[in-house]
């Protein structure tokens, strides 16, 4: 049975439902959707406990992550040894490292801990940077359109064309032999002490936001070349409404959407370019703890000590498997065809 | 009638409007242009309803944006009240667009989606910084009471309405502003037959209220006859015949027409019986290359020698009844 609907129409909305006396904007409807989402609500919990895990590391972490004990080096507790009973015959054992400790006797748990930092700042900043630079762009690129287009985009064709973690790559051995031995007080010198402060982490931010920014603001601007064409954007210039109001007021929150998902389902590139980094040895500074360096010593002993390099791994991999899973829920909760379903 | 000695109150003269097609990656070369709008000049008096009919694709939606100026024009010149629209730009065409509106086809398109419908209807008074934040809603519950819908809708979002429910508000947004002028772009074509009569018997009411002038754009014919006072029929971006609405329905002399109303069907069904349609042959030629003379004569039963050397002109056959043909 359907309602009927009156012919006033004053109390009846789209197929006849009576519209509710509270506004339901599109955000509470895409929230309401992601929330039903199973795998994404998974997803964003383990976000939000490596978040609080990042964040409060030095409660967390029962030693700190630089701390040596020499002589507890490789030693592991009882219930890895049961999960690798190939180490039976060597393993010391030891109930003080909840994962074992690696070949100086650092506790691993604790350094996975402080990692999550690491990597978790990656996925941050990263798409920060992308965000702020591949928006700017790619609006200014689809908004005015025409020769100025034409011109940003061929740019970004040949970035884009350069393959992005060699120049990363390329950057960060530039970056480092550049500010080795800087004189103090000079550019470089500052630049030196920021990336030392920060670990290593300065420089890879660098290198991250200088390519991850093309793909930004390719999808930004092909957004924006849909939005303008739409004709509320037409009545706003009717209603004599200046470009920048039509910017912010009626394209880009008509963009963001797309955006969101795409920079969520980014990330785990970004962790992963940070981890593979640090893995071949240019990421962060020792010892500042990284999944990807924590790898690559793991890496070193995998057949004697194979929990060194298994994990960090897991970390690593639940990491960018939960920020995987928010993005397809949000893909999902915000995609317009699917409003108002279960 | 009303329309014979009120007052112009836009004039549009040799209005062209041509689009450019671009080909090339890096260096882009002007390889033609699609003749959307070429050579269009008609009169608009204050208070009365102008219809301009045509198929799909003959200029009609370009005509209206020329002369709103969303889309500057090729050459010509659109006067509103003697001001030349085409020659004003910045500031000052900003606070002429305050009398001159717009209603749009696609209610679910012209409405942004994150938005209120409070702010969607206010949006206009905060752009000319004509209200304050109390004075604005105000202003805007008596908009939407005015069109026929809830003031409780204020903080609704627009996907919660129907087609027809968003039409009103895309009605309401556009006399927020007191204007003079509303071009109705198909306004009514993209709902449904039953809501339709409600929309147009708004604006109806609205104009007697308001005084307003209408151009309505529409390939309806009978929603033009009902509404219209005058009527224009364009093809391929030349208007072929203007007149008044009775004058048109009962005798029209272009043979564009002729066919065009041939079309329309009679809901007696011993005349509809005897209608006899004019089948037109072929298609509509394309807009980038269009015939040599008269725009028509590719199509036209009657066409001769003379259709495809020289233009027809323009011109006043009766009086108040304009036909582009060289046989008439």
């Known amino acids: ?342 | 009638m009303k329309t014979e000695n009120a007052e112009i109150l836009l004039r549009v003269e040799n209005l062209v409007k041509y689009f450019p097609i671009k080909r090339g990656i890096i260096i882009q070369k002007t390889v033609g242009a699609v003749h959307a709008v070429d050579g269009v000049s008609f009169n608009i008096h204050k208070g009365e309803t102008l219809g301009l009919v045509g198929e799909s694709g003959c200029g009609k939606s370009t005509t209206g944006r020329t002369i709103l100026q969303l889309y500057r024009p090729t050459s010509g010149h659109v006067f509103y009240n003697d001001v030349d629209l085409t020659s004003i730009k910045g500031e000052d065409l900003r606070v002429m667009r305050r009398k001159m509106q717009m209603i749009f086809q696609d209610p679910y398109a012209s409405l942004n989606p994150r938005m209120t419908v409070g702010e969607i209807i206010g949006e206009p008074l905060v752009i000319h910084k004509l209200a304050d934040r109390k004075q604005t809603q105000e202003r805007v519950e008596h908009l939407l009471e005015l069109v026929g819908l809830n003031a409780k809708f204020y903080n609704r979002f627009p996907h919660e309405f129907s087609g027809g429910q968003r039409q009103r508000i895309g009605v309401a947004r556009a006399l927020a502003l007191n204007p003079d002028l509303i071009v109705c772009d198909e306004p009514i074509s993209a709902l449904d037959v039953s809501i339709q009569a409600q929309v147009v018997n708004l604006l109806e009411d609205l104009q007697k209220e308001f005084n307003l002038t209408y151009l309505f754009i529409a390939h309806d014919l009978s929603m033009v006859r009902h509404i219209s006072d005058r009527v224009a029929v364009m093809y391929l971006g030349v208007i072929m015949e203007l007149t008044g609405r009775t004058e048109l329905y009962n005798n029209p002399l272009h043979p564009y027409s002729q066919a065009l109303l041939s079309a329309v069907p009679i809901p007696d069904p011993v005349v509809e019986e005897k209608r006899r349609r004019t089948i037109l042959k072929g298609d509509v030629p394309s807009p980038v290359n269009p015939p040599s003379g008269c725009r028509f004569r590719t199509r036209c039963p009657i066409a001769v020698d003379i259709c495809a050397q020289s233009k027809p002109e323009f011109r006043e056959i009766n009086p108040g009844h304009f036909v582009a043909c060289h046989l008439v």
């Open chain 1, 1 to 342: 049975m359907t309602k009927p609907v009156s012919l006033d129409s004053k109390e009846f909305g789209a197929g006849g439902k009576p519209i509710s006396q509270k506004g339901e904007s599109l955000l509470k409807d895409s929230i309401r959707r992601l929330a039903r989402n199973r795998a994404a609500v998974v997803g964003g919990s383990i976000i939000l406990i490596l978040i609080l895990t990042a964040l409060f590391a030095n409660l967390v972490a029962p030693y700190p992550f630089a701390d040596q004990t020499l002589v507890d080096q490789n030693k592991v507790p009882q219930w890895v040894l049961n999960l690798f009973p190939t180490m039976q015959p060597y393993a010391k054992l030891s109930p003080n490292y909840f994962l074992g400790a690696d070949y100086v006797g650092r506790d691993l748990f604790s350094r996975i801990v402080f990692g999550a930092r690491v990597s978790l700042t990656v996925a941050f900043i990263g798409p920060l940077i992308s965000l702020i630079i591949g928006v700017t762009y790619g609006s200014i690129s689809g908004y005015f359109g025409g020769n100025l287009d034409n011109l940003m985009m061929r740019i970004v064709d040949v970035l884009y064309a350069f393959p992005s973690l060699l120049f990363i790559i390329l950057l960060l051995a530039f970056f480092r032999s550049t500010f080795a031995q800087p004189e103090p007080g000079t550019f470089t010198y500052t630049m030196g002490q920021l990336d030392a402060a920060t670990g290593g982490l300065l420089f890879i931010f660098i290198g991250i936001g200088l390519t991850a920014w093309e793909t930004m603001a390719r999808l930004t601007r092909g957004q924006v070349l849909s939005i303008r064409e739409k004709e509320f954007v037409e009545a706003a210039r009717t209603l004599g409404a200046k470009n920048g109001r039509i910017m912010f007021r009626h394209i880009l929150p008509n963009v963001v959407g797309p955006l969101v998902v795409a920079e969520t389902l980014a990330i785990p590139g970004y962790i992963s370019t940070e981890a593979f980094l640090s893995f071949i040895g240019i990421g962060v500074n020792p010892p500042t703890p990284s999944w990807g360096s924590m790898i690559s010593d793991g890496a070193q002993v995998i057949r004697t000590y194979p929990n060194q390099a298994v994990f960090p791994a897991l970390a690593l991999a639940i990491t960018m498997f939960a920020f995987n899973f928010l993005g397809d829920g949000l893909r999902d909760a915000l995609d317009p065809r699917l409003r108002g379903t279960q």
